[in-house]
């Protein structure tokens, strides 16, 4: 069956055809070189995922024809990574591998440490961001894409958050990750539903945020003894929690 897979925004109702244009479009006929009659997966941001047939590839954009709809599961732990801005290539490489570890939602935090200012470029980085996400997902066979919400201020983000587990990386104090992600699996008790990893800037927190974040129930925790930047301690941590709380669902 064909590993070609293609974002669309939206199936229009009622219609087993739809149009790819622009740089799908552009990836199927000019990159992938697909032709009339093959068949390829597109998906939804929402989880649908549809086998379609390539019926015609004009200039500007591609008909197929939908042979079969599928929904994605449920995941049975939804994660939620609220990092703390970076430089552009290290933010690039953490919204990539968020993605691929099966992330549903990414929050661009700012802190009393952050370097990055978005300033008037706020709208461009999270297409670039979106691009980025949508990009990834194609690569890795998930039906969904991860969530980017704009930017927020720290105090603004952990006031609002509303998952079952609410976890942050502190240098100065912690549980280890590892020892929190295995006590449900030792135990024999159900995992939370929802948890969100909160990782901060390359100079750490303040002592007054870490008391806030805190103060908003999040616990501390801890990756071990080294002091690792702050976009490979996203990337371990997630890798953590795919890993032992087998977010497999994640279609």
Same mark, same amino acid.
């Given at each position: 069956?064909?590993?070609?897979?293609?974002?669309?925004?939206?199936?229009?109702?009622e219609?087993?055809?739809?149009?790819?244009?622009g740089?799908?479009h552009?990836?199927?006929s000019?990159?992938?070189?697909?032709?009339?009659?093959?068949?390829?997966?597109?998906?939804?941001?929402?989880?649908k995922?549809?086998r379609?047939?390539?019926?015609?590839?004009?200039?500007?954009?591609?008909r197929?024809?939908i042979?079969e709809?599928?929904?994605k599961?449920?995941?049975?732990?939804?994660?939620?990574?609220?990092?703390?801005? #970076?430089?552009?290539?290290? =933010?690039?490489?953490? &919204?990539? @591998?968020?993605?691929?570890?099966?992330?549903? +939602?990414?929050?661009?935090?700012?802190?009393?440490?952050?370097?990055?200012?978005?300033?008037?470029?706020?709208?461009?980085?999270?297409?670039r961001?979106?691009?980025?996400?949508v990009?990834a997902?194609?690569?890795?066979?998930?039906?969904?894409?991860?969530?980017?919400?704009?930017?927020?201020?720290?105090?603004?983000?952990?006031?609002?958050?509303?998952?079952?587990?609410?976890?942050?990386?502190?240098?100065?104090?912690?549980?280890? #990750?590892?020892?929190?992600? =295995?006590?449900?699996? &030792?135990? @024999?008790?159900?995992?939370?539903s929802?948890? +969100?990893?909160?990782?901060?800037p390359?100079?750490?927190?303040?002592?007054?945020?870490?008391?806030?974040?805190?103060?908003?129930?999040?616990?501390a925790?801890?990756?071990?003894?080294?002091?690792?930047?702050?976009e490979?301690?996203?990337i371990?941590?997630?890798?953590?929690v795919?890993?032992?709380?087998k977010?497999?669902?994640?279609?």
């Open positions: 069956m064909t590993a070609h897979r293609f974002y669309i925004k939206e199936k229009p109702q219609s087993t055809y739809i149009f790819l244009e740089e799908e552009h990836h199927l000019k990159v992938a070189r697909i032709r009339p009659g093959e068949q390829v997966w597109l998906f939804e941001e929402n989880g995922q549809y379609a047939r390539v019926e015609a590839i004009e200039q500007k954009k591609t197929l024809i042979l709809t599928e929904q599961r449920e995941p049975k732990v939804r994660i939620t990574l609220a990092q703390v801005l #970076l430089k552009a290539k290290n =933010m690039d490489l953490v &919204i990539q @591998k968020a993605t691929e570890l099966g992330t549903h +939602i990414i929050v661009p935090v700012i802190s009393d440490r952050t370097v990055v200012k978005m300033g008037d470029k706020q709208d461009k980085k999270l297409e961001w979106k691009r980025i996400a990009e997902s194609k690569q890795c066979g998930r039906s969904t894409v991860p969530e980017i919400q704009p930017p927020l201020g720290l105090k603004t983000f952990i006031d609002g958050g509303k998952e079952v587990r609410k976890l942050f990386f502190c240098e100065r104090r912690g549980k280890s #990750l590892r020892d929190i992600l =295995m006590y449900p699996l &030792i135990e @024999k008790i159900e995992k939370p929802s948890i +969100i990893l909160l990782v901060g390359e100079g750490g927190w303040t002592e007054s945020e870490e008391q806030d974040i805190m103060d908003s129930h999040y616990e925790v801890s990756l071990g003894s080294l002091t690792l930047r702050s490979t301690a996203a371990v941590s997630l890798a953590m795919s890993h032992f709380w977010n497999e669902d994640v279609s």
